[in-house]
């Protein structure tokens, strides 16, 4: 929705609801190369009930157990295969199995050959905690605070915590940017270990529904990133894009007209 040219990698089931995404990336003109049909397991299923225009509670239904060792393998050679040709590279991980050993060695291989990296072709991780013994060589990571905590072992209650754990995590998994979204408090980000780290006040008008909050600041971040803007800069896109989405029901995505009319709202 904000322009970029997306190729997406993943796995989906051999139903209904697999058949949809893949619709829907037709529709939008998504790259779907990268998505392989596992037999085995059903498309993951999220329904979200909403009352008052507030999301109450979610019922999810999938299969948490990993691909077969061969899909994986298959799947990280796929993986691997789009890097050159891309501009950013985004891992986006729930915890449901695409993530896997066998993809995370080929993408930090892929950094330490600099074929990757926040110096050219940004690669930006959404982690999850299933994964936290796999991230060590990744480039930039944008953990959330509950999930900052947990890799860390630092509590964050207030900006010195977060900035801590931002630079605990920098050395664990040995990136050069953290960005820590931390709900109603904003961002936390450190470019690199030297770096005193600075902070984005969140910018929401109203919240009526933090869904995908997360998942904009990442696409933004990385969005930014790639087309040659510095971590501060790509950091207040993604905090005012994230601002936008919560104020709206539902997974809105941001598009250009949004991002730019409340950029120019906070300007005045």
């Keep these: 929705s904000l322009g970029a040219k997306v190729s997406l990698s993943g796995f989906v089931g051999d139903d209904k609801e697999g058949q949809a995404i893949l619709e829907i990336m037709d529709r939008d003109g998504i790259q779907k190369g990268g998505v392989i049909v596992d037999r085995s397991r059903p498309t993951c299923l999220k329904t979200r009930v909403i009352a008052h225009s507030q999301q109450v509670v979610r019922i999810d239904r999938e299969e948490l157990s990993h691909p077969a060792p061969a899909l994986c393998e298959g799947f990280a050679a796929v993986v691997d295969a789009q890097i050159d040709a891309s501009r950013a590279v985004i891992l986006s991980d729930y915890g449901k199995g695409s993530v896997s050993q066998p993809v995370m060695r080929k993408l930090i291989e892929a950094r330490r050959q600099g074929r990757i990296g926040s110096g050219g072709r940004p690669f930006l991780v959404d982690p999850h905690p299933a994964n936290y013994d796999l991230y060590r060589g990744i480039s930039i990571a944008k953990p959330n605070r509950r999930e900052a905590e947990k890799a860390s072992g630092v509590k964050i209650t207030d900006r010195q915590s977060a900035l801590k754990a931002a630079r605990t995590l920098l050395e664990l998994w040995d990136a050069e940017i953290m960005l820590v979204t931390l709900g109603e408090d904003g961002l936390a980000l450190v470019n690199g270990p030297k770096d005193e780290g600075m902070f984005l006040e969140t910018v929401a008008i109203e919240v009526?529904?933090?869904?995908?909050?997360?998942?904009?600041?990442?696409?933004?971040?990385?969005?930014?990133l790639a087309c040659g803007a510095t971590p501060e800069v790509a950091g207040d896109l993604a905090n005012t894009g994230a601002g936008v989405v919560v104020s709206e029901v539902g997974t809105v995505a941001i598009d250009p007209e949004k991002l730019k009319a409340e950029i120019e709202r906070l300007a005045r």
Excluded: I, M, Q
């Design 208 to 224: 009526h529904d933090v869904s995908g909050a997360g998942d904009t600041v990442t696409a933004l971040f990385g969005a930014a």
